[in-house]
């Protein structure tokens, strides 16, 4: 591993750990357990999300960095609870396009999990949005699928 790899390995894991509990979370909510989707589980899921997102603004620099700084911002800012329709949607929808944008700015494989991450979110939109409509079943497994391709392009 060179220099700069064994650098940028703690803001990969932090981010990973984070995406990781997020979809812990998200089945274990479908699931049932109710205590799994409480205020306590999405704190830690984004000190874990915007802490690594940090951490890998501090290690990268340029384009890779500024998204990822401003995902981290998006992201604390999808915590507020309101019943306000734009300000709960608009901050995380900003999250997961930054996140994607910020893969596209990473080399080897990672534009086209940002892509994928691209699609996922899109249809996310289109179910907030009420132009589609999934079962609990097919949207617990497209948040998912988007967690995990938004980890995986990190590592790819």
Same mark, same amino acid.
């Given at each position: 591993?060179? $220099? %700069?790899? %064994?650098?940028?390995?703690? +803001?990969? *894991?932090?981010?990973?750990? +984070? ?12 699931? $049932?357990?109710?205590?799994? =989707? ?8 984004? /000190?874990?999300?915007? $802490? =690594? @997102?940090?951490?890998? +603004? #501090? ?9 990822? !700084?401003? /995902?981290?911002?998006?992201? &604390?800012?999808? @915590? ?15 999250? #997961? ?5 910020? @893969? ?8 086209? /999990? +940002?892509? @994928?991450?691209?699609? /996922? ?17 097919? =949207?617990?497994? &497209?948040?998912? *699928?988007? !967690?995990?391709?938004? *980890?995986? $392009? &990190?590592?790819?």
């Amino acid at each position: 591993m060179s $220099g %700069k790899a %064994k650098n940028s390995i703690m +803001g990969r *894991a932090l981010i990973t750990s +984070g995406l990781f509990l997020k979809v812990v979370q998200i089945v274990c909510t479908a699931a $049932g357990a109710k205590d799994f =989707g409480n205020t306590v589980w999405t704190a830690i899921t984004a /000190c874990f999300l915007v $802490g =690594g @997102l940090l951490v890998f +603004g #501090l290690e990268r620099r340029g384009k890779t960095a500024l998204a990822a !700084y401003i /995902c981290a911002v998006a992201a &604390l800012l999808s @915590l507020i609870k309101t019943e306000n329709v734009f300000l709960l949607y608009a901050p995380l929808f900003a999250m #997961l396009i930054s996140y994607s944008l910020m @893969l596209f700015t990473m080399k080897k494989r990672a534009p086209l /999990c +940002g892509v @994928l991450s691209l699609v /996922c979110t899109a249809a996310l939109i289109l179910c907030a949005f009420h132009v589609i409509t999934l079962s609990a079943f097919f =949207g617990t497994a &497209l948040l998912c *699928a988007m !967690y995990i391709i938004m *980890a995986a $392009g &990190l590592f790819i």
